[in-house]
């Protein structure tokens, strides 16, 4: 807040402590200020150097750029690593050397962590070689950079943020943004005028600077990477460290400007852009630095898609090569780009192309709608107008995918529903938190049913080629995971979401006045704090009595359900069902009971935005009004059979109510919940996802409901019902789909651990 805004605070603290004679902890938002400063945990300041052109100027008009001074903002990455291995938070999530790890059951190798990868076991190798570095502990250096803009409205402030975090700690951690993940410097963006925006100098520039700023700035990390340093980490141990160049999180664009590639060409293969699904052998430093010193510089540009008149700056370091540093990108390689840029586009292209624009139009409304009538799930974005919308986030684009294909499905051919499940599958199974040989396994399955089916596209005119670079990058996916271990440690998702923290907020905090300075404050003082949040939840007045609940939840017979409930779990060697013994000889409860809105479930789910450690804890909801407007009743796993494998051990129920009661000084958490069938024992073909529908007793079509136990819960469950061909009423509402539709996909889709569970 303002620091006006901080005073009054602090004043309206005081007097209420005058009478006691009291005072708060600051005076007013200066003293506030200066203790902040003089904290000298994770104080590492900022510096700034300036950069300019000095090629040849022309004779007669000389552009602004050339005589302009360009600063760069940075602070001292080795300080801000060994502030993060000092960070005592970290000593239990971080890896001190490279490692491989094996299933005990199966001896398959698995990945996970990027020390897990095959590139720092061969770094470890490489500088155990030397007698000077043997025994030290190797330090990944991973950077990432993207710009980001803060405000179009109001002059379309850009910056250009650079992050750095360590090969050591574990995922999970970095993910979760503890300050594994810092800004280092804020790169200068050089700007000309409209009829110098493609001069060919300008562009050079420009690349140069990009280039030079990074050598500039990761200059005192090189002695690091030839003589040992003594490090102090959180666990109160000293070690020698040996620093090093690790993977880069960019997109594509910032890969083809690290990699000194002309656009439209791979950083990392040599694939002609023209072709770029034939397999080429891997870039490499000593590579193109042979080409350069040998080939013309439009040889080089035509044949190799090669800059030749740029150094990418990893040239400056050792053991450092750009090609192979470059790190996969699951947000905009995938998620955007094949998915969202691609995909979503050719289903579109392929109507027009099918049935003419107007009817194309009435197709996709009808699709929209559909994409409006998932239910309400854990951790899943609605689309309340479909896909129609003009600006994409990277959240957009996830959130539509776990809800797009059973939209489609009926309007587009079944080769496409394949490619899009093909996709899909693949995605998920590189989005896993751990990936192991039989995974490797099935994302080439994957991509090779990617590649066959999406053929469809080309054949019903949709698109000319596939030599689309992000579609490619899939390709190397199988051999990144191998070097780098589990790509969500790696994406740029990271540092996009760590861009509110550390430039978009501080930015919004700023006078707008010389923003930047004040943001480079703000970032630092951040550094210093720790933040904490508290969640509540507030739970409605529900029933207070058995009677109360059955005349709430409108089932009859709920009483009985109570007593065979209480049979199965105070006689639980009784082989008998339940529902064979003599109601008369069932345990009876029909007093009180304490009924809830929702319950929570934790599990393990590392894959899946989550705690420290991988356990994530999502809210299941039984509200008879959600959000003052509308009943949510949310679907969940039930356990069945713990023996068998994923669906076939859970069985599928929608929650008509959560509630305790006691019996016998217990308490017995339990759920009234509504029965699902599944349609076969096996996932639909097409789509991969399972069917259900509601379940019925035998004795004339009544709700086949029971009174379960909470712990039996696995977890929420997401459906979305078999929509076919037909054009939906748009009488039908989002929360009117449970019980306006008869039949319903398992959600796989729905997010990472709902894959596992029916994969």
């Not at 050792?318 to 998620?335: F, G, N, T």
């Amino acid at each position: 807040m303002s620091a006006g805004k901080t005073d009054a605070i602090l004043d309206l603290w005081a007097a209420s402590l005058a009478k006691h004679d009291d005072s708060p902890p600051f005076a007013d938002h200066t003293d506030l200020y200066n203790v902040i400063d003089n904290t000298p945990l994770g104080d590492v300041n900022w510096s700034a150097f300036t950069v300019k052109y000095e090629g040849e100027l022309p004779e007669d008009k000389v552009p602004e750029w050339m005589n302009a001074e360009y600063e760069v903002w940075y602070r001292d990455p080795k300080k801000v690593i060994q502030n993060m291995l000092a960070n005592p938070d970290f000593k239990d999530e971080l890896d001190y050397a490279p490692y491989r790890e094996y299933d005990s059951e199966n001896d398959e190798r698995r990945w996970k962590d990027f020390m897990s990868g095959d590139w720092v076991w061969q770094q470890a190798d490489t500088i155990a070689e030397d007698p000077e570095t043997h025994g030290s502990t190797l330090i990944p250096i991973i950077l990432g950079s993207d710009k980001t803009t803060v405000s179009v409205g109001t002059g379309d402030h850009a910056f250009y943020p650079l992050y750095a975090s360590i090969g050591n700690v574990r995922n999970n951690v970095r993910r979760a943004h503890r300050n594994a993940l810092v800004v280092i410097a804020f790169l200068a963006i050089p700007k000309a005028s409209r009829e110098y925006t493609n001069d060919d100098d300008f562009r050079t520039f420009r690349r140069r600077l990009f280039h030079s700023s990074l050598s500039t700035i990761l200059g005192s990390l090189r002695p690091g990477m030839t003589t040992p340093e003594i490090v102090r980490f959180g666990d109160g141990h000293f070690r020698r460290v040996i620093y090093s160049l690790g993977p880069y999180i960019a997109d594509y664009e910032e890969q083809v400007l690290l990699a000194g590639v002309v656009r439209n060409w791979c950083p990392k293969c040599l694939a002609i852009r023209n072709a770029l699904d034939e397999p080429r052998l891997h870039r490499c430093r000593e590579h193109t630095d042979l080409l350069v010193n040998t080939l013309d510089s439009k040889t080089l540009w035509d044949e190799y898609g090669i800059i030749g008149d740029i150094v990418p700056f990893t040239n400056d370091f050792p053991r450092a090569d750009i090609h192979e540093l470059l790190s996969p990108d699951l947000l905009h390689q995938i998620i955007k780009g094949t998915f969202k840029d691609h995909l979503v586009d050719w289903v579109e292209r392929y109507l027009k192309i099918r049935h003419g624009s107007k009817r194309a139009a009435e197709i996709m409304a009808d699709i929209d709608y559909k994409i409006s009538l998932a239910p309400p799930f854990s951790n899943l974005r609605r689309f309340p107008q479909g896909r129609g919308f003009k600006q994409w986030t990277g959240d957009d684009s996830k959130a539509l995918m776990k809800v797009y294909l059973p939209a489609i499905e009926g309007h587009v051919p079944p080769e496409a529903v394949r490619a899009f499940r093909a996709f899909l599958e693949f995605c998920y199974l590189v989005r896993r938190n751990v990936i192991t040989e039989t995974t490797l396994v099935e994302i080439q399955d994957t991509l090779d049913r990617f590649h066959r089916y999406r053929k469809i596209f080309q054949t019903t005119g949709v698109v000319l080629h596939f030599s689309l670079p992000r579609q490619h990058s899939m390709m190397h996916y199988w051999f990144m995971i191998r070097q780098y271990g589990a790509p969500n440690g790696l994406c740029s998702s990271i540092t996009e979401a760590k861009h509110i923290k550390a430039v978009k907020e501080p930015w919004r905090w700023s006078s707008k006045n010389a923003p930047l300075g004040q943001m480079l404050v703000t970032n630092q003082r951040l550094d210093k704090l720790a933040a904490s949040r508290v969640d509540f939840t507030e739970q409605a007045k529900r029933a207070q009595t058995v009677a109360e609940l059955t005349k709430e939840l409108q089932i009859l017979h709920l009483q009985r359900l109570i007593r065979w409930f209480l049979f199965a779990q105070l006689f639980p060697n009784d082989p008998r069902n339940p529902e064979d013994v003599p109601t008369a000889t069932c345990p009876r409860h029909e007093g009180k009971v304490q009924v809830f809105n929702s319950a929570s479930a934790t599990f393990y789910a590392p894959s899946d935005p989550s705690g420290i450690g991988g356990m994530r804890r999502e809210q299941i909801r039984s509200c008879p009004i959600w959000r003052n407007s509308y009943q949510r009743l949310d679907c969940v796993f039930v356990n069945t059979n713990s023996a068998l494998e994923g669906m076939r051990g859970l069985e599928v129920a929608r929650v008509l109510c959560f509630f305790s009661f006691k019996y016998e000084h217990e308490i017995f958490p339990c759920a009234v919940v509504h029965w699902f069938d599944k349609f076969s024992d096996e996932p639909d073909e097409d789509t991969g996802m399972w069917i259900v529908r509601p379940s019925v007793r035998a004795d004339g079509g009544s709700r086949n409901i029971a009174v379960i136990h909470i712990d039996t819960i696995y977890r929420a469950a997401h459906l979305i019902p078999v929509f076919g061909p037909e054009f939906v009423p748009h009488s039908i509402k989002f929360y009117h789909t449970y019980d306006a539709f008869r039949a319903f996909y398992v959600n796989k889709f729905a997010d990472h651990h709902a894959f596992e569970i029916a994969f």
